[in-house]
C-alpha cells in the first residue's frame, strides 16, 4: 500500500515517468512546492535519463536515473510518479504504478480515451492509491478565485461560457502531436483545458463542483495526416448555460476564458498558462454601468501547485482539483467529440487489435470469486454472472468491459442479432479473436425478433451472427421473441437443423411461456429432436407487475418458479435486478420514471427493497448485491445477465458471489416467511 504521509518527516519523493519537454517544467517547479521533492527519473533511454537526473538534482546523486519505467516504479523511495509519456503509454503505466503502490499524477489526457480511464480509476480504488489528472491550472488561486465569483453571483446568473486553447503548427515527420498512432490532435493535447473549463464554471454555477453536458455539437477537420488540426465544440449544460470551445493545433486562438451572465462578464486572459513566460495573472471583472474591476491573484508556480495537491489530499485518494468523477465525466465528452468530427484512432478501430490496458497477456486473477454450472450439451464451464452484450458498440470500451469481465472469471457473453445493429456483435467477436480465447468463453446468441419471429429468419439472422461474431457455432441460441402464429414444431425443427450442423450447441427461448417451452420439448421427445435446456425470461426479487417491451414475459409468479423448480431448465433472466429498483432510485413519492412505476411498483416489492436494504447493511453490502443474491440462490439453475455500462458497475454486481444466503433468508427476502 502506498504511504499517505511524508516518511518521517520528509517530502513526498517523487519519479518522473518520461522526461520530455513538460516533464521539465514540473521538475523545474517542483523546489518551489512545499511538499514534494524529486528522487528519480525513468526512461526507455537510459542516456536521457541520466541527462534529465543532473540537470534537476540539488546535489550531485540526488536523483537516480533508471533505463526503464519498471526500474523506477521497484524504487522503495519514490512515493509517488507523475507520468508524462506519450498518451497512449498513460494508461499502462498509470495501473502498473498503482500495482506498485505508487501515488499517480498523470499528465493530460489521463487516457486517449473514456473506456482506458475507467481502468485506470478502478486500479487507483482496488490499490489504493492517489490518482489525479495533471490539469495544472485547476490547482493555483487564479481558478479559485474564478469559481468563487462565479458562485457568489458577482454577474448575476450564468448564461455563457467561450474557452479556446489552440495553437499554430505545421505537420512535422517524427511529432507525435501529427501522428494518429500516438493519438495526436488538438482534442487530446489542449482541447481538454476550456472542455474542463466550461465543466467547471457550468458546475459553479450551479453549486456544484461540476457539470455534466446535456447535448453536444461539433465541427473540425481531420486533416491528412488523420489527427484534428482544428475543432469546435458547443456543450449545453442544465440550467441553460452554453458553452463554446475552440482548440487546434494548426492555427491559433485567442486562449482566453469569458463568461457571461446576466450582470456582466468575467474575462480571464491567461487561464492556462498564468505566469508561465512571463505571462501576467488575474481575472477582470465586468458589471453593467461600472468600470471594470482588475482581481489580483496570488502568483504560484504552476506545477509545485499541482504536486501540493497532489501531498494535501492523498488520504482522499483524490484531489478536488480533479476528481476522478471529473475525469471521467471530462474523457466521456472528448470522446464524443471526436466522434461528432469523424475522429477515431487506428487503435480504436472495429476491426483493430486493441492489446489489454495493463499490456500483460489476458488470464484470470488467482483470487476471483466467480462460479460456475452446467447447462447441457455446452461442454464448458458457464459462470453464474452473464455480461450482457447489449451496450459495448465501440471496440475500446468493449475491450475494457470485457477483459475485466474475464479476468474476474466471467466465461459468458449474451448477445443478439438485434443489439447494436449489429454492432455488439462485431466488437464481442473481435475481442474474442484479439484474445484467442474461442474455446474458453460461452457465447449466448439471440435471433428471430419481432417483426422477424419466423423459421426463417432464424437461418439467415444466425449466419448473418456468426459472420460478425467470428466463429462457426454460438454455444447457446435462444429465439428473442415467440410467434404462436407458428406450431412450436416449426422452430424446433429448424432449430434442431441448426444443431446437428454444428452452428448451435444448445438452444432454448427468450420471453418465450413455460407453456410453450413445454410443447416444444414434448415435440422434439416424441421426434428425435434436441429439446430447450435453457428459457431467458424476467426474473428478479421484485415481482414484476408489468414487463418493460411488448412480448416480453417474466418468470416471477409462483406457478413459473413451481414449473422451474420441477423441471430443472436453466434459467438466464434478463433484468435480474429490475432495471434500477434495488439502486435506490425507487421510492414510494418519486413517480417520474414511468417504466419503473409500471413493472415494479408495489406494497410487496417496496416490502423486499426495505428487506435487502437490512440485509445489506447486515452483512456490509450494497442492496443491489442482496437483490442479485437471492437470483443466485434458487432451487432451480439461475445464470443472471448484467448489463453494466462501467467497470465500476460490474464490480458491484460481482459482490453478490459473496453473499451467501440461507434458505430462510431467500424466502424472508421474497415475505414467505
Not at 322 to 329: C, I, K, N, Q, V
Not at 618 to 635: E, F, M, S
Request: proline share 5%; glycine share 8%.
Amino acid at each position: 500500500m502506498a504511504q499517505d504521509t511524508e516518511r518521517a518527516g520528509k517530502k513526498l519523493g517523487w519519479g518522473i515517468l518520461g522526461p520530455g519537454n513538460i516533464a521539465r517544467r514540473f521538475a523545474g517547479d517542483l523546489p518551489a512546492s512545499s511538499s514534494g521533492v524529486l528522487v528519480a527519473v525513468g526512461s526507455r533511454n537510459l542516456d536521457k535519463a541520466v541527462e534529465f537526473a543532473a540537470e534537476f538534482a540539488a546535489e550531485p546523486g540526488a536523483v537516480r536515473a533508471y533505463g526503464s519505467y519498471e526500474e523506477l516504479l521497484a524504487d522503495d523511495q519514490v512515493d509517488a510518479v507523475y507520468i508524462s509519456t506519450p498518451h497512449p503509454m498513460h494508461a499502462e503505466l498509470a495501473i502498473k504504478a498503482a500495482e506498485a503502490g505508487k501515488h499517480i499524477l498523470c499528465e493530460k489526457p489521463a487516457t486517449i480515451n473514456h473506456a482506458e480511464a475507467m481502468a485506470v480509476i478502478e486500479a487507483a480504488r482496488e490499490h489504493d492509491v492517489f490518482f489525479m489528472e495533471a490539469y495544472m491550472y485547476r490547482c493555483v488561486p487564479q481558478t479559485a478565485k474564478l469559481v468563487e465569483l462565479v458562485r457568489d453571483g458577482s454577474i448575476g446568473t450564468v448564461h455563457q461560457i467561450e474557452a479556446s486553447f489552440a495553437f499554430r503548427s505545421r505537420p512535422t515527420p517524427g511529432s507525435r502531436l501529427w501522428d494518429a498512432d500516438l493519438a495526436g490532435g488538438g482534442i487530446l493535447d489542449v482541447g481538454g483545458y476550456p472542455v474542463t473549463m466550461a465543466r467547471l464554471i457550468a458546475g459553479a454555477a450551479a453549486g456544484e463542483a461540476f457539470a455534466e453536458p446535456e447535448s453536444l455539437t461539433a465541427a473540425g477537420r481531420v486533416g491528412e495526416t488523420g489527427v484534428d488540426e482544428w475543432a469546435t465544440v458547443n456543450l449545453r449544460f442544465p440550467g441553460g448555460i452554453s458553452a463554446h470551445v475552440v482548440t487546434g493545433v494548426r492555427q491559433s486562438a485567442e486562449n482566453v476564458v469569458r463568461v457571461v451572465g446576466s450582470e456582466g462578464y468575467l474575462v480571464v486572459r491567461n487561464p492556462w498558462l498564468p505566469g508561465r513566460d512571463g505571462s501576467g495573472y488575474g481575472i477582470e471583472l465586468y458589471r453593467l454601468g461600472e468600470d471594470v474591476e482588475q482581481i489580483e491573484v496570488e502568483p504560484t508556480p504552476l506545477y509545485a501547485a499541482e504536486a501540493d495537491s497532489v501531498a494535501a489530499h492523498l488520504s482522499e485518494r483524490q484531489s478536488p482539483a480533479m476528481s476522478w468523477a471529473d475525469t471521467l465525466g471530462t474523457l466521456k465528452v472528448l470522446d464524443q467529440w471526436r466522434a461528432a468530427i469523424g475522429l477515431t484512432y487506428p487503435a480504436e478501430r472495429l476491426d483493430a487489435n486493441i492489446p489489454t490496458v495493463h499490456r500483460r497477456p489476458l488470464a484470470r486473477r488467482a483470487d476471483h470469486t466467480m462460479r460456475y454450472a452446467e447447462i447441457p450439451g455446452v461442454g464448458k464451464p458457464v459462470s453464474r454472472l452473464v455480461m450482457g452484450v447489449d451496450n459495448q458498440t465501440k471496440l475500446p470500451h468493449a475491450t475494457v468491459m470485457f477483459d475485466d469481465f474475464f479476468e474476474r472469471g466471467g466465461t459468458t457473453f449474451d448477445t443478439a442479432h438485434l443489439y447494436g445493429g449489429g454492432l455488439c456483435e462485431r466488437a464481442l467477436g473481435q475481442w474474442i479473436r484479439n484474445r484467442g480465447i474461442r474455446e474458453q468463453v460461452v457465447i449466448i446468441g439471440k435471433g428471430a425478433h419481432t417483426p422477424n419471429c419466423n423459421p426463417e429468419a432464424i437461418t439467415w439472422q444466425l449466419h448473418e451472427s456468426l459472420e460478425r461474431l467470428q466463429t462457426d457455432y454460438v454455444d447457446v441460441y435462444f429465439m428473442h421473441r415467440d410467434n404462436t402464429d407458428y406450431p412450436v414444431s416449426a422452430f424446433v425443427d429448424v432449430l434442431d437443423e441448426h444443431y446437428r450442423a454444428g452452428r448451435i450447441k444448445a438452444y432454448g427461448g427468450s420471453n418465450w411461456s413455460l407453456e410453450r417451452i413445454a410443447e416444444a420439448n414434448a415435440y422434439a421427445e416424441a421426434n428425435g429432436r434436441q429439446p430447450f435446456v435453457a428459457v431467458s425470461n424476467n426474473f428478479s426479487l421484485a415481482r414484476a407487475l408489468d414487463v418493460p417491451w411488448a412480448g416480453c414475459r417474466s418468470v416471477t409468479d409462483d406457478e413459473s418458479r413451481q414449473w422451474l423448480e420441477k423441471n430443472q431448465l436453466a434459467l438466464m433472466p434478463w433484468s435480474s435486478q429490475a432495471r434500477g429498483f434495488f439502486t435506490g432510485r425507487a421510492k414510494p413519492e418519486d413517480r417520474s420514471d414511468e417504466e419503473l412505476v409500471r413493472c415494479w411498483y408495489s406494497d410487496e416489492n417496496f416490502e423486499r427493497l426495505a428487506r435487502a436494504q437490512e440485509l445489506g447493511r447486515r452483512r456490509g453490502v450494497a442492496t443491489t448485491a442482496v437483490a442479485l443474491a437471492y437470483v443466485l440462490h434458487q432451487d432451480f439453475p439461475t445464470f443472471p445477465l448484467i448489463g453494466p455500462r462501467s467497470l465500476a458497475e460490474t464490480g458491484s454486481s460481482f459482490d453478490a458471489l459473496s453473499v451467501d444466503l440461507t434458505p430462510d433468508e431467500v424466502r424472508w427476502l421474497d415475505l414467505r416467511d
